[in-house]
Nanobody
Framework: QVQLAESGGGLVQAGGSLRLSCATS????????IGWYRQAPGKVRELVAVVTTGDSTKYSESVKGRFTISRDNAKNTVYLEMNSLKPEDSAVYYC??????????????WGQGTQVTVSS
């Protein structure tokens, strides 16, 4: 059973925008903070943003002011709105449950993610 599913990635020019979606189950959505993470070639996986069940958020310094994470309670979905994209944002983006606002992943299981490629 798929419990978290990322979508919305694609190829975009620098300065453009994308919105990623993380579809979750009811139980996951209602009980957990959800984080967006990314991993680029030659880089470690890093936290991009996290949102708690109480809508508290945290962002990495590199995306503050450009990305917005949000929860849609009606759809059990977490979004990552990415604006003013830069080539260095290119990576595979993953969502996962997180330990509150810390953004620390709760588990070690990761899905396929969704590829974001930003061209110069």
């Amino acid at each position: 059973q798929v419990q978290l599913a990322e979508s919305g990635g694609g190829l975009v020019q620098a300065g453009g925008s994308l919105r990623l979606s993380c579809a979750t189950s009811i139980s996951i959505f209602s009980e957990n903070a959800i984080g967006w993470y990314r991993q680029a070639p030659g880089k470690v996986r890093e936290l991009v943003a996290v949102v708690t069940t109480g809508d508290s958020t945290k962002y990495s310094e590199s995306v503050k002011g450009r990305f917005t994470i949000s929860r849609d309670n009606a759809k059990n979905t977490v979004y990552l709105e990415m604006n003013s994209l830069k080539p260095e944002d290119s990576a595979v983006y993953y969502c996962n449950t997180a330990i509150g606002r810390t953004g620390i992943p709760r588990g070690n299981s990761w899905g396929q993610g969704t590829q974001v490629t930003v061209s110069s």
